[in-house]
């Protein structure tokens, strides 16, 4: 089998066998016709039974001092994921993947987040707007729709894509909770602990429900359709920039800020990675170096030495 017909296979089975996500997909292909476009150097038509190791180690290194470590890893993933498939679909019978110790060293980088007396100003000037409109103007709707996906980012950590893809079933705004389906079709729910934010989507949703017959998306654009995730991003850098906040914030910063807050408050790094969505806790651990004062004063409260008197 030539590694083009391969390759489309291989993310035609991604999308009906697996259902992973467009996104999901796309990058799989874009990382993958890299490779290919790299093998025509070897072979215009080269069939997977011919890849080797070598090919693979040449190719990883060509682009070692392109890309960041981050995305050389996950187009090495991508390549391992196609060979495991084509092997457990008796497509090759040797898989050269197996004999490949690959391993990048990634730097530790602090995600950025979006200090509380920022998100405060936010807040406090987009609240400001609302109150100089009055219903039923479309900027005082505009300004609550606005204030909702905000509120939601910080209040609940939820991604950019799974604000925009969240349904009105999957809110309950008598209990407080948003049922969220994350990377790998991970359900979680999440409670929204705030009354205020209960309230403003509260308004919100009751607008929606008389301004939309047919409604299954909980944010909506002008057009009654899906707010989608470019939408939300421009959102917040206008918001940002109209109260005045000088760093740039993209909606993941809120992610991170209230990661950040949930730990400074004192809740337990497996509490954060359940509402965060992280299947590993890994992932999450990155917090406790963003907070080390944190993790210093938890040592201290439930340290084995305090319960022993002094002897001096």
């Not at 409109?133 to 609940?156: F, G, K, Q, V």
């Not at 799974?162 to 948003?178: K, Y």
């Amino acid at each position: 089998m030539l590694l083009i017909s391969a390759i489309r296979e291989f993310t035609s089975f991604c999308a009906t066998e697996k259902g992973l996500s467009n996104k999901t997909i796309n990058a799989y292909r874009t990382d993958l016709n890299q490779f290919l476009s790299f093998t025509h150097t070897f072979d215009a038509e080269l069939h997977v039974h011919n890849l080797d190791k070598e090919i693979i180690l040449s190719y990883l290194s060509s682009i070692s001092d392109i890309y960041k470590p981050q995305s050389i890893t996950r187009k090495y993933a991508s390549i391992r994921a196609l060979f495991n498939y084509i092997e457990y679909e008796d497509i090759i019978s040797h898989n050269p993947i197996r004999k490949i110790r690959f391993q990048v060293r990634k730097p530790r980088t602090l995600p950025r987040d979006i200090p509380s007396h920022e998100v405060h100003k936010l807040l406090t000037h987009l609240y400001d707007r609302l109150h100089s409109h009055t219903p039923p103007s479309s900027a005082y709707y505009n300004y609550i729709r606005d204030i909702c996906a905000i509120e939601l980012l910080y209040s609940t950590g939820i991604r950019v894509s799974e604000l925009s893809h969240a349904r009105r079933a999957d809110i309950d705004l008598q209990q407080g909770f948003i049922r969220v389906l994350g990377k790998g079709q991970r359900e979680r729910v999440i409670p929204i602990c705030c009354a205020q934010v209960v309230d403003i989507l509260q308004i919100y949703d009751s607008h929606a429900a008389s301004a939309c017959n047919d409604r299954t998306w909980f944010l909506l654009n002008r057009s009654g359709r899906r707010l989608s995730e470019q939408s939300i991003r421009n959102i917040v850098s206008k918001h940002c920039r109209s109260a005045g906040i000088d760093q740039h914030v993209t909606p993941h910063m809120f992610r991170h800020a209230c990661a950040t807050q949930l730990l400074r408050n004192g809740m337990d790094i497996r509490g954060i990675q359940a509402v965060l969505g992280h299947s590993s806790i890994t992932t999450t651990q990155i917090y406790t170096h963003f907070c080390p004062l944190t993790q210093r004063q938890s040592i201290e409260l439930c340290h084995p030495r305090r319960a022993i008197p002094a002897h001096l």
